[in-house]
């Protein structure tokens, strides 16, 4: 009576449902590849939020009494909410919560607002303000550039400020951006300068000229009026729209003669205070460096001081959107970036890249596919010597279906590409081939070999029965290794979503590995392997001189139990060994290799 993989593998090898599975396999897996998000780790969701309180006129005691310590009391009874911290100075308090690994983001923000807005009435009288502030792993920028210029007398750090914040507006357009922060420069600002002198001689106040200029900067909405079929809406006031309004305005009234603000203050339109500093330098062997050092010694020409080769910059970052793919939103915003270049920008304005997490991540995900390829290349090398040619081409084909639906599944479940993922997937390499080999191995045995005592059957229930035959240690051996990954996918804490790529790829690699050695690997033999070639190829291994030595090495050890118990002792020996050498750090023992920055911080 027919099992019913006996029915199974006898539909497949008749019928073209392999081959359906290859091309969707390689379809599939395709689409993944070029879709699927790339960056260098994997995401780690761990919702965390400030709010932050303002209460003016206390102290810092009195912040941390009345506020801070009700409100770290109130936090904790959000569900989810891990650790709290909190840093409390004079008028103000910063308190953070950390929810754990895994905590959906959306919940967790609208419980805390939850809250904080149903328990308004146990906020103290003494807060003037509060704010919930999300912290997102992706508000990390991707990419940071820097803007500078080597003429400085035209153009500085605040002309440089405001070019940074007009193509930050073009770069926000782009999609899948998230913040695009300017730092650097001075912003514009209108400085008010009162001079105490003017003051004193028409008897104003700067009380008075702060509530005059506030008062006189606001447009107010005064109601409508109805007029026939018309509706007119009605506005009382206006905003400052020149420097010279503003100058012109009243601030006081004195002898019955109005007091200007222009008589006394001088109100200045440019570039505040000096807060800090930014600069750029590059290395000798940098292309700019010899601009840079031209314009300096030019400088030490006509002025006589001290080069300074340093240039004023002002940089901008931009991060990306959760689960966006970091290489496509680097691509796009500096396609962006050398158009505005090649056409907006002066020629003394310069753009230079200080950090693309885009490029470093697909350069990492390349380089791993390259090893990727580079590895099945020597299975099927290895394969091809010891088992045969055509055998090593059934099992090449039947390793991108594997990768093919892994990749698939991985972007129909939220994972993105990363150094995480591909070594999950080289790690599988060495265990999704085991099935296939097995099978094409047995298989050529009760083709060409002596495996089948019964000579009546045809080529397809020769198949048939090879795969039988290995039915339960293949399942077996599936199921084994799916055991032995699973238990990474219960590690708790950060590591747990850092590994779960791992615990993800590899069980389905097997998984779907132990599918094709039953449904794809048969029906690749049937079509690849000739008798005569493959008859010949058994014939010359059994006559081969590494059967004969490896005939000779095995013997003795099977046939003397003294030779035997010493082998075992000596690997056990070896084994304990081996183990010692992490201990005395010997060899470093870590996770992943260390990542190859191209940036160093010093803080």
């Not at 990419?143 to 507006?169: C, G, K, P, V």
């Not at 012109?248 to 200007?260: F, L």
């Not at 091809?384 to 990749?407: D, M, N, S």
């Not at 599918?515 to 006559?543: C, I």
Request: net charge negative; with cysteine.
């Amino acid at each position: 009576m027919s099992t019913m993989t006996e029915k199974v593998l006898t539909s497949a090898l008749k019928g073209t449902t392999p081959l359906t599975i290859f091309l969707i396999a390689l379809f599939v897996g395709f689409l993944a590849l070029k879709f699927t998000p790339r960056e260098e780790e994997p995401q780690i969701v761990v919702p965390m939020m400030d709010v932050q309180v303002t209460a003016p006129g206390l102290s810092a005691q009195q912040v941390e009494r009345q506020v801070t310590t009700p409100l770290e009391k109130l936090l904790a009874q959000i569900p989810g909410v891990e650790n709290i911290y909190s840093t409390t100075g004079t008028g103000q308090a910063s308190v953070t919560l950390r929810f754990y690994v895994g905590e959906d983001r959306e919940d967790s923000l609208l419980n805390t607002y939850n809250k904080l807005y149903s328990n308004q009435d146990l906020i103290p009288a003494v807060v003037d303000n509060w704010m919930v502030r999300p912290i997102e792993v992706d508000d990390v920028p991707i990419l940071l550039f820097a803007l500078w210029s080597d003429d400085e007398t035209q153009y500085n750090d605040y002309e440089l400020r405001r070019i940074a914040q007009e193509l930050s507006t073009s770069i926000q357009s782009i999609p899948q951006t998230s913040e695009v922060k300017v730092t650097g420069g001075r912003p514009r600002t209108i400085q008010v300068l009162l001079e105490p002198e003017s003051l004193a001689a028409r008897k104003t106040t700067i009380t008075e000229v702060i509530g005059a200029i506030q008062s006189s900067n606001q447009l107010i909405m005064a109601g409508d009026w109805l007029l026939g079929n018309n509706v007119f809406e009605l506005q009382t006031g206006d905003y400052f729209r020149s420097i010279a309004e503003l100058e012109n305005s009243v601030v006081n009234m004195i002898d019955g003669n109005p007091v200007y603000l222009k008589d006394i203050a001088n109100i200045q339109d440019g570039p505040a205070d000096v807060t800090s500093y930014t600069w750029i330098d590059f290395t000798p062997a940098h292309k700019n460096s010899s601009a840079l050092t031209a314009s300096a010694n030019k400088k030490i020409n006509s002025m006589n001081t001290k080069p300074m080769v340093n240039k004023p910059m002002v940089s901008i970052s931009v991060a990306k959107q959760r689960g966006s793919n970091a290489v496509a939103v680097s691509e796009n915003v500096q396609a962006l970036l050398a158009t505005i270049k090649s056409n907006l920008l002066p020629d003394e304005v310069h753009l230079e890249v200080l950090r693309d997490y885009g490029e470093t991540a697909d350069a990492k995900v390349n380089n791993l596919i390259q090893s990727l390829a580079f590895a099945i290349f020597t299975v099927v090398v290895f394969i091809g010597v010891f088992l045969g040619w055509r055998q090593a081409w059934v099992v090449a084909l039947a390793v991108p279906i594997c990768y093919g639906v892994t990749l698939a599944l991985d972007m129909m479940f939220g994972y993105t590409i990363n150094r995480v993922t591909l070594f999950a997937l080289i790690l599988a390499l060495v265990l999704l081939v085991d099935d296939p080999i097995t099978g094409v191995d047995n298989i050529s045995r009760f083709l060409y070999g002596n495996a089948s005592t019964d000579k009546s059957l045809d080529r397809d229930e020769k198949i048939v029965a090879a795969i039988e035959e290995i039915r339960a240690p293949l399942i077996m051996s599936t199921i084994t290794i799916v055991l032995a990954f699973i238990p990474l996918a219960f590690i708790s804490g950060m590591m747990g979503p850092y590994m779960a790529p791992m615990a993800f790829n590899v069980p389905v690699s097997v998984i779907t590995s132990t599918f094709v050695a039953f449904l794809v690997t048969p029906w690749l033999t049937k079509k690849l392997l000739k008798r005569s070639e493959v008859g010949a190829e058994l014939q010359d291994a059994e006559a081969s001189g590494l059967l004969k030595f490896y005939r000779r090495l095995l013997t003795p050890l099977l046939d003397n139990k003294r030779y035997a118990k010493m082998t075992l002792w000596s690997v056990l020996v070896v084994f304990l060994f081996a183990c010692t050498l992490p201990l005395f750090r010997a060899v470093p023992l870590k996770l992943l290799p260390f990542d190859n920055k191209n940036e160093v911080q010093v803080l």
